[in-house]
C-alpha cells in the first residue's frame, strides 16, 4: 500500500509527459492544443473541453492549464490575425504607429528630419531608425518611409546649374550645341550672319524662363541663348507663308478655268453668225450663254423676225445628257439669286412668273426645266 501511494517506480515517472500522478499512481493525461483543463487530476483522470473560438484559446500541452481568454486590440491598435482555439490574437498598431514593448501602448513613429533618410523602418515594436544623408545623396523631405535618394547626374547636353546637397538634389539644364549672339540688323543691309560663341564654362548661370544669359568667369561679354519659343518662330512663318500661297495659286487656277471657259464657248459659235446688238451672248456669274436666236423666238408673234431653225446656233437644252443638265442646274444654283432672277429676264420672263419659280424648292431648276420646253432652248 505504501508504494501505491508513494506512485510508481522510478522507471515509470520519467516516461510520464505531465510528471503528475492520480491517486492510483497513473500518470495524468495532458490537454491537446485548442483544449483546456476543467477539473484537474486528482483521484481520476483531468478533464478537458474544447477552448471557444474567437473567446479562449489554449497554445499548450498541460495537464493543468484551463483555456486563456483572447486578446482584444483596442484603441490604435488592429488584428492582423484573430484569435482560434489554439492560438491567441495577434494585434498590431495602425500605419504611422509601433507598439511600445514597456507599456503596450502604440506611439508615433518618429520622422526623419530634412538631409536624414530612413535606414529601419517603423514597425511592430520597432520605431523609425534614420541616418544622416551621405555624400552623393539627399533627402528634401521630411517623413518616417523614404530613404536618401541618389543626387541626379548632368548629362553630357546639359550643365550644372546647382550642386547636389544633402537637403536638395542637384539640377540640370539643357545646353545648345552653339549659344549665339544676335548683333542688330543695320537699315538696308542684308541680314547679318549671327556671331557664334562656344561655350565656355559652367560657373555663374543665371536662367530665366524664356532666354538664359550665362556670364563666363573672365569675360565681359554675356552669351545669349535663346529658348524653345524663338526656335519654333521660323516654323510658324513657314506654315503661314504656305496656307498664304496656296490660297493665291487656288485662286488664281479658279480665275483661270473660269476664262477658259468662257474662251471655249465663245470659240464654239459660228462664224457665219452676225448677231445684232441685242443678240450678243448673255453671261452671268453662273457661267451659262443663252444664244440670242432664243430670246427672238421667245417674243410675242409679230414682235420681230423669226430666227432660224432651233439647234442651227448650238444644241438643244433638252437634248442635253442628263449630268449636263445638272450641271447646268448646279452652276446658276449656286450663284447668287439676283443670277438666275437677272438670266430669266434676259429669256423674257415677267415678273409674275419669275416669282412663281421663287417659291419652287430650286427656283433655277424650275426656271431651265421651263425654258426646255421652248424648241428654240439651245445652249
Not at 73 to 94: H, I, K, T, Y
Not at 107 to 122: A, I
Request: charged share 20%; net charge negative.
Amino acid at each position: 500500500l505504501c508504494s501505491l501511494r508513494q506512485g510508481p517506480a522510478g522507471g515509470s515517472k520519467d516516461k510520464c509527459f505531465s510528471k503528475l500522478f492520480t491517486a492510483s499512481g497513473e500518470c495524468c493525461r495532458a490537454c491537446n492544443l485548442g483544449e483546456g483543463v476543467v477539473q484537474p487530476c486528482g483521484v481520476n483522470q483531468p478533464v478537458c473541453e474544447p477552448c471557444l473560438d474567437s473567446v479562449t484559446y489554449s497554445d499548450t500541452v498541460s495537464a493543468t492549464e484551463p483555456c486563456k481568454p483572447c486578446t482584444q486590440c483596442v484603441g490604435l491598435q488592429s488584428m492582423s490575425a484573430p484569435c482560434v482555439e489554439s492560438d491567441d490574437a495577434v494585434c498590431r498598431c495602425a500605419y504611422g504607429y509601433f507598439q511600445d514593448e514597456p507599456s503596450g501602448s502604440c506611439r508615433e513613429c518618429s520622422v526623419c528630419e530634412v538631409g536624414f533618410g530612413l535606414m529601419f523602418p517603423c514597425k511592430d515594436s520597432q520605431d523609425t531608425v534614420c541616418e544622416e544623408c551621405p555624400e552623393g545623396t539627399f533627402s528634401s523631405e521630411a517623413n518616417f518611409v523614404d530613404p536618401c535618394l541618389p543626387c541626379t547626374t548632368c548629362e553630357e547636353n546639359e550643365v550644372l546649374v546647382r550642386e547636389c546637397t544633402a537637403v536638395a538634389d542637384a539640377e540640370c539644364r539643357g545646353l545648345h550645341p552653339r549659344w549665339t549672339t544676335h548683333t542688330p540688323s543695320l537699315a538696308g543691309s542684308e541680314s547679318p550672319e549671327p556671331a557664334t560663341r562656344e561655350p565656355l564654362g559652367t560657373e555663374g548661370v543665371a536662367s530665366t524662363a524664356a532666354d538664359t544669359v550665362t556670364t563666363v568667369m573672365g569675360s565681359s561679354q554675356p552669351v545669349v541663348t535663346h529658348g524653345t519659343a524663338d526656335n519654333l518662330i521660323p516654323v510658324y512663318c513657314s506654315i503661314l507663308a504656305a496656307v498664304v500661297v496656296g490660297l493665291v495659286a487656288y485662286i488664281a487656277f479658279k480665275r483661270w478655268n473660269s476664262c477658259k471657259q468662257n474662251k471655249q464657248g465663245a470659240n464654239n459659235r459660228p462664224v457665219n453668225q452676225t448677231p445684232s446688238p441685242e443678240g450678243e451672248k448673255l453671261h452671268s456669274d453662273s457661267g451659262i450663254s443663252v444664244d440670242s436666236q432664243s430670246l427672238h423666238d421667245q417674243q410675242p408673234p409679230g414682235q420681230g423676225t423669226q430666227g432660224p431653225a432651233p439647234g442651227a446656233d448650238g444644241s438643244l437644252y433638252a437634248a442635253l445628257p442628263a449630268s449636263k443638265q445638272e450641271e447646268v442646274e448646279k452652276l446658276v444654283g449656286s450663284s447668287a439669286e439676283d443670277t438666275w432672277r437677272q438670266l430669266a429676264g434676259e429669256l423674257g420672263y415677267k415678273e409674275d412668273l419669275i416669282d412663281a419659280f421663287t417659291r419652287e424648292e430650286c427656283p433655277a431648276r424650275a426656271l431651265l426645266a421651263h425654258w426646255a420646253g421652248r424648241e428654240s432652248a439651245t445652249l
